[in-house]
């Protein structure tokens, strides 16, 4: 069973750019197509964006395309998330998760495995 920790999130203003790290341990995150969520307070889970076990497939939310860019480097058990332009909006706790299957489904359910979170708060 693979254990995911996010790091990297913190305190910026509008408009600055952060990047998100999932680190995989327990097993090889080639084994998982990764995906990124996030959930405001009072809110549901959202999708962000997803990426296949190569890395040659994304997907993304519509609200994230153009901003945000989902990587993966299998070969330090790491998957990314680069977000650009960032609005208050986006203001969020930040989760990876793991599924067996690269899928465009977007509901949690779809990812067994989860990372703790990541806190992005986003000042105007």
């Known amino acids: 069973q693979v254990q995911l920790v996010e790091s990297g999130g913190g305190l910026v203003q509008a408009g600055a750019s952060l990047r998100l790290s999932c680190a995989a341990s327990?097993?090889?995150?080639?084994?998982?197509?990764m995906g990124w969520f996030r959930q405001a307070p009072g809110k549901e889970r959202e999708f962000v964006a997803a990426?296949?076990?190569?890395?040659?497939?994304?997907y993304y939310a519509d609200s994230m395309k153009g901003r945000f860019t989902i990587s993966r480097d299998n070969a330090k058990n790491t998957v990314y998330l680069q977000m650009n332009t960032l609005k208050p909006e986006d203001t969020a706790a930040y989760y990876c998760?793991?599924?067996?299957?690269?899928?465009?489904?977007?509901?949690?359910?779809?990812?067994?495995?989860w990372g703790q979170g990541t806190q992005v708060t986003v000042s105007s």
């Open positions: 327990g097993r090889a995150i080639s084994a998982y197509a």
């Open positions: 990426i296949n076990w190569t890395g040659t497939t994304t």
């Open positions: 998760a793991a599924a067996a299957v690269f899928t465009r489904e977007t509901t949690p359910v779809t990812y067994p495995y």
